[in-house]
């Protein structure tokens, strides 16, 4: 596991490469398939690649989170090896750790809010969060952490 902040920018910014290249896929093949729906073949309807369309956002902005999340918690296993801390709590500990700024200990939040949402369909309202300020949160909580940990 990485254990160099750079690393853990560059995994965060991959998924969000990989959105970006099948959101171009996505409208491609949506767009042949208005002209030819049989362009589906057997498997998959339009729908399904109608429903595809409409989750791809947010399926990629949950994989963006847990390779925060993951690497958040590869530098607290260095503070606190047998720590079972919730990630709310874990932002915050590592937050009071690293003195990052409270905003961007929130921003941070503000996106695993919208990921728990998007996971767990609790009924309360929060506010979308788009890929690329997703990704521009996360990245921003990241570089407060030490370029190295755990060596």
Known sequence: MPQRRFDWHERIKAVEREYWSTRIAVDRLS???THDP???????R???????????EGTYLIRMFAEFETGVRSYW?????????PVESLLARVGDRCEIPLDVIQDAQTVREYRNQLVHDRGEQVKAVTIADARHRLATYFARL???WGV
């Open 31 to 33: 767009a042949q398939v």
């Open 46 to 56: 339009p729908r399904d690649l109608e429903s595809a369309d409409e989750n791809l």
């Open 77 to 85: 296993r260095t503070i606190r090896p047998r720590a079972r801390t």
């Open 146 to 148: 030490p370029i190295k």
């Open 38 to 44: 049989g362009i589906l073949g057997s498997g998959p």
